[in-house]
């Protein structure tokens, strides 16, 4: 097809709107009844994007748009009808303009696994479909990679006339299904300027009241996560809830040097465990990562200058004549002093780290090593949850201080 039904549609649409042609096929040609299918909902990210106006004429304009444009029409034939498909091949044949008012499209349903089959409200079958279309609604999906792996996420678009907003809701809450989400936010708020955009709380409170959820203003949220605020609460529930599972907005994230002599290798792999899935998105700078041949020294003063916060895993062999680590304490020790950083220090094995002069100021999370603990498990977890404070706190009051 040399034209697609997206510039079709709107070079010379019926009803205008604004600078913008009308976009009437899917008013006029495709089936006002929603389908019936299959959706998980114990887990999802939804939004409604609000557009503020009582004229409808511009809320159908922005869903038709994207229905037209984003998800072109000329890619799945199966939604022209057998006439559409005709007319268009005539018209090509024949090198004349492709007639507006004759082209028609089909409901459009494609079963992901017709094999499966779930009852619906009437007691009948109903499959679940991967892609379909309606007069307010359309089902779609996209591939994504992640972690080296392609991963598909669903999405569910519907246009609400009465309430005056378009509804979005993704099957899911992983990074992948987060992605959909902004990329669908992303265009709206690029074409069609939505006045809010507003989170569908997914507490476990929230899902059981469903659709009387508490509602979440996008921008309360960015302005949360730039202020390394990464945790909403639900005024319902008083559940607190990591921006990243109720939007589309990722965790605040923030980089933390970590020092340690190689034969506590297991202790930083440990830390680093109990600290990932925690609201911040921690990456750690492993010291003893640098790759060979590299200027130590000069490594290390780079990963310093990116991070915000140093950890030291403090053991005999680290503070007894490691001079290389020394001299990275030495550096991350400076930074601290000077406001720079914070800095904190975890004893995992027997050491006097207290006669190290290079630790003034740097905060002690456990005063029994981890290795001479009763129970290393518990150990960790108290560690664990005092470091991540300590890093949210620093990151919070540094952010505070850059928006006075």
């Known amino acids: 097809m040399t034209e697609d039904i997206k510039n079709i549609a709107i070079e010379n649409g019926g009803d205008a709107h604004g600078d913008h042609p009308g976009i009437h096929l899917i008013r006029e040609y495709i089936d006002e009844n929603q389908p019936k299918y299959k959706w998980d909902t114990k887990n999802n990210l939804a939004a409604f994007l609000h557009f503020g106006s009582e004229d409808e004429t511009n809320l159908k304009w922005a869903f038709q748009k994207f229905v037209i444009e984003k998800y072109r029409f000329a890619r799945d ?3 022209l009808t057998e006439e559409t498909r005709q007319i268009i091949e005539d018209a090509q044949d024949a090198e004349f303009e492709i007639p507006i008012d004759e082209i028609q499209i089909e409901n459009f349903q494609i079963e992901d696994e017709p094999e499966e089959y779930t009852p619906n409200d009437d007691g009948e079958a109903s499959p679940k479909y991967k892609k379909a279309v309606w007069e307010k609604g359309i089902l779609i999906d996209e591939t994504f990679e992640d972690s080296g792996e392609q991963e598909l996420a669903s999405g569910e678009i519907t246009l609400h006339l009465s309430q005056q907003r378009i509804h979005v809701r993704i099957e899911g809450i992983d990074g992948w299904h987060r992605r959909l989400l902004a990329k669908l936010i992303n265009w709206f708020s690029s074409n069609c300027s939505p006045t ?9 409170q929230c899902k059981q009241t469903s659709p009387e959820t508490y509602r979440l203003d996008y921008q309360v949220l960015k302005d949360l996560k730039l202020m390394y605020s990464p945790e909403v609460q639900c005024y319902k529930s008083g559940e607190m809830i990591s921006l990243d599972k109720v939007s589309s907005i990722e965790r605040p994230s923030a980089d933390v040097a970590i020092i340690y002599d190689l034969g506590d290798l297991a202790y930083a ?6 600290l990932k899935e925690k609201p911040i998105n921690i990456q750690f700078k492993d010291t003893n990562e640098i790759l060979p041949g590299k200027n130590e020294g000069e490594a290390f003063k780079e990963i310093l200058k990116n991070c915000q916060f140093a950890l030291a895993l403090a053991s005999r062999d680290l503070v007894g004549g490691n001079e290389l680590r020394l001299k990275w304490l030495n550096m991350a020790a400076t930074r601290q002093k000077n406001g720079e950083i914070d800095a904190a220090i975890i004893v995992v094995r027997d050491c006097h780290w207290t006669d190290a002069a290079v630790f003034k100021g740097w905060e002690l999370l456990n005063d029994i090593p981890i290795s001479s603990s009763s129970n290393e498990d518990e150990a960790w977890k108290t560690v664990g949850e005092k470091l991540y404070i300590k890093i949210k706190d ?7 201080k850059s928006n006075k």
């Open 269 to 274: 792999q440990q830390v680093k465990r109990i």
């Open 77 to 79: 034939t199966d939604i």
């Open 394 to 400: 620093w990151l919070h009051s540094q952010a505070i």
């Open 196 to 204: 809010k955009i507003i989170a569908v709380c997914n507490c476990p």
